[in-house]
């Protein structure tokens, strides 16, 4: 019997119209646990590096987290992969909400798509019925308007349902999947699900799920629930609102943005503005928060209702995804009104709520400083609210000059040319990143920033204080309870981490300090991706409910896999592993890793080199980034080495020049 895992995957070709349900390897879940760990197997095993984004064998693999559907609170999370057309490299975004949990009560562990569909179509999965079916009704619709066709359509009001909007039909290299109050965003998957004609995937299930031990597994849950309170309850003193308790409460619960206002960048991630905050400002969003939000609303088994329905001013009720309520506001330098307002519109369409509105805010500072012209922009309204709105439209359309813009700000740069290279300075790998231009290098961030492969900062961060505390009394008042660390040095690290003089940044944390730091918050990132947890319960916040000391026993009483934490972060390894493998064959080298220039002022180069030297080292890969073959064979990995040494990437090591990446060669203009 399988515990917590189904068992079993659908395969879609939507070439030929077939559907299978595939048996799958009890062995792989061991050696990569679910979700991001088998979903980075399947594509290593039959997507090799030529095959581009929107080729009909490029795959798209929706996953629900190995722990997805069983009692523990906040396992919520799809992981949606596939080769991004953004970068060309492994994308795996993922998104809260209902959708995989109901996967897993259908009988599915993942839908697997290839092929592509002549005509515009949905999939229904309702139990052991699952059907293709014709969407072409549904062409050029919203996707929570989709969603709720569908649901009539089917007469199923409780089916979970994941759409694009017109984005995703058009490609635009920023499209979102939609579903419930969540969004897999990053890295155009959306995009690659229009490709194959895909509008949407219904699921409703009925069925178990078998837990392998379940006494045990309650009274874990039962801890974390206990625990979830105790921090509701206590928020941790003498760090920002937003990091003071779990979940994501900044999104609609707390009203106080002073820190992102006054921290990240507004425009095309430009000017900060040092003293926006005031008490005009917090009472004059502070009611169009009130009058807007109509409910705080919760993902799937979860009790923290961090997001929110929203009903602009003569607009349909949606759901706020996370970390979209500012980002069209700062981008527009406009008020709370106008941001919740063009998100409804922005849902709607399916878009990135990172990328777009720097796009946006892009496009017209190229305007503003006569790169792009009146002609290029031919009926824009004048206002400033209006040309947000109006190059949307353009964007999800691609129309006019919408369409370069429709592939980010790096690809769009490239093809304006005339020095619009400039203007896109807020890319990582060739994607939009934070907002934010900051004074001393950080060199734990550095090191989060050239080295994430899920390109959002935010998806590799959390659980150490991102500064230090500045009295000793705190300090000692955050360690005290800090039970969640994975060594005892990291209290001592803290401890020791001053604002200022010998012992602050950047050379301290001192270089091996970063790297374990670093190394701890992806591990944990890794997990969740892997289990499909919530990184607002795991990953992203200071001193979670699950951490690497109760993970391997939720694993082993859930899942019925014996583990432990050395085995677990062997796994870990393994699957962090393989998607680096993943990327690098497509090209990724070390001329890849880096920040944008201008992130922070004051740069160290020398510094950020044995940054990096001691991280590659420090995790088994060579001077360019590439996993050695004593790392490999080490995690069992033989079969990356063979394929590497065959293609004779190991060539590219030491200090000749990295070559250009597949995307470079071909996209170039
Ligand atoms: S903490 Fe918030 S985002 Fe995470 S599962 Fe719960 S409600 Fe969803």
Redesign the pocket.
Same mark, same amino acid.
């Given at each position: 019997m399988r515990y917590a895992e189904i068992g079993y995957n659908l395969e879609v070709d939507l070439t030929l119209g077939s559907i299978e349900r595939v048996e799958t390897d009890p062995r792989d879940t061991e050696l990569y646990l679910g979700g991001l760990g088998t979903n980075a197997k399947i594509l290593w095993d039959r997507v090799p590096s030529e095959v581009e984004p929107f080729s009909p064998d490029n795959l798209l693999i929706f996953s629900a987290g190995l722990l997805c559907g069983t009692p523990a609170? +906040? =396992? #919520? %999370?799809t992981i949606v992969s596939t080769i991004s057309p953004q970068t060309e490299l492994m994308a795996f975004s993922m998104m +809260?909400?209902f959708w995989a949990p109901e996967l897993k009560y259908a009988g599915y562990d993942k839908v697997i798509f290839r092929g592509k569909s002549p005509d515009l179509v949905y999939l229904w999965i309702h139990n052991d019925t699952v059907e293709i079916r014709d969407a072409s009704h549904l062409k050029g619709k919203g996707a929570t308007e989709t969603a709720e066709l569908i649901r009539e359509e089917l007469k199923e009001p409780k089916a979970q349902v994941a759409a694009i909007g017109l984005a995703g039909e058009n490609r635009v290299y920023f499209a979102s999947i939609e579903q419930g %109050?969540?969004s897999a965003s990053r890295l155009g998957i959306g995009a690659v699900m229009g490709d194959k004609g895909i509008k949407a995937i219904a699921v409703r299930g009925t069925k178990d799920i078998n837990v392998a031990r379940p006494a045990e597994f309650m009274e874990l849950c039962n801890e974390v629930l206990e625990y979830i309170k105790f921090r509701n309850e206590n928020p941790i003193p003498g760090v920002m609102t937003i990091l003071q308790g /779990?979940? &994501?409460?900044q999104?609609m619960k707390v009203h106080d943005e002073k820190w992102h206002t006054e921290n990240f960048m507004w425009g095309n991630a430009r000017v900060r503005r040092k003293e926006f905050w005031n008490e005009e400002v917090a009472k004059a969003w502070m009611e169009t928060l009130e009058t807007m939000r109509t409910r705080l609303? &919760? =993902?799937? #088994? @979860?009790?923290?209702? @961090? +997001?929110a329905t929203i009903t602009p001013p003569g607009l349909p009720t949606f759901m706020m995804k =996370?970390f979209s309520k500012l980002t069209y506001t700062m981008a527009a330098f406009s008020d709370l009104e106008f941001g919740l307002g063009i998100a409804q519109s922005a849902t709607e369409y399916g878009v990135d709520g990172f990328s777009t509105p720097q796009v946006m805010a892009f496009a017209l500072e190229l305007y503003e400083n006569g790169i792009l012209t009146d002609d290029d922009f031919p009926g824009m309204p004048s206002d400033n609210e209006g040309r947000f709105y109006w190059l949307l439209d353009r964007i999800v359309r691609r129309e006019g000059i919408g369409d370069a813009l429709a592939n980010g700000t790096y690809w769009a740069a490239k093809q304006i040319g005339k020095g619009a290279e400039e203007y896109a300075h807020n890319t990582i790998k060739k994607h939009e990143q934070l907002p934010l231009k900051l004074s001393m290098l950080n060199p734990i961030y550095f090191l989060m920033y050239a080295t994430g492969e899920k390109i959002n900062i935010t998806q590799i961060e959390g659980q150490f204080p991102q500064a230090p505390f500045p009295t000793m009394e705190e300090r000692e008042a955050f360690v005290k309870d800090w039970f969640q660390v994975p060594d005892e040095k990291f209290k001592q690290i803290l401890l020791d981490w001053e604002p200022r003089g010998e012992k602050s940044m950047p050379y301290y944390p001192t270089v091996q300090m970063c790297c374990d730091i670093v190394d701890w918050q992806e591990k944990m990132h890794y997990i969740d991706d892997a289990l499909g947890m @919530?990184? +607002? /319960?795991s990953s992203f916040p200071l001193k979670p409910p699950y951490h690497i000391h109760n993970y391997p026993k939720f694993i082993s009483s859930g899942a019925g896999i014996e583990m432990d934490e050395d085995k677990l972060t062997q796994a870990i390894k393994r699957y962090r592993t393989l998607v680096r493998a993943i990327n690098i064959r497509r090209g990724m080298r070390r001329k890849d890793e880096k920040p944008p220039e201008d992130h922070w002022k004051k740069r160290f180069p020398e510094l950020e080199k044995e940054l990096l030297d001691t991280y590659y080292k420090f995790k088994g890969w060579n001077n360019e980034g590439i996993p050695t073959k004593e790392s490999l064979y080490e995690l069992g990995l033989d079969y990356v080495f063979e394929d590497f040494d065959k293609r004779g990437i190991y060539s590219d090591n030491g200090a000749a020049p990295s070559k250009e990446t597949l995307a470079e060669q071909e996209k170039e203009v």
């Open positions: 609170t +906040g =396992c #919520n %999370r +809260g909400g %109050r969540s /779990l979940g &994501s409460p999104e609303i &919760s =993902c799937y #088994n @979860c009790p923290m209702t @961090c +997001g =996370c @919530c990184a +607002g /319960l």
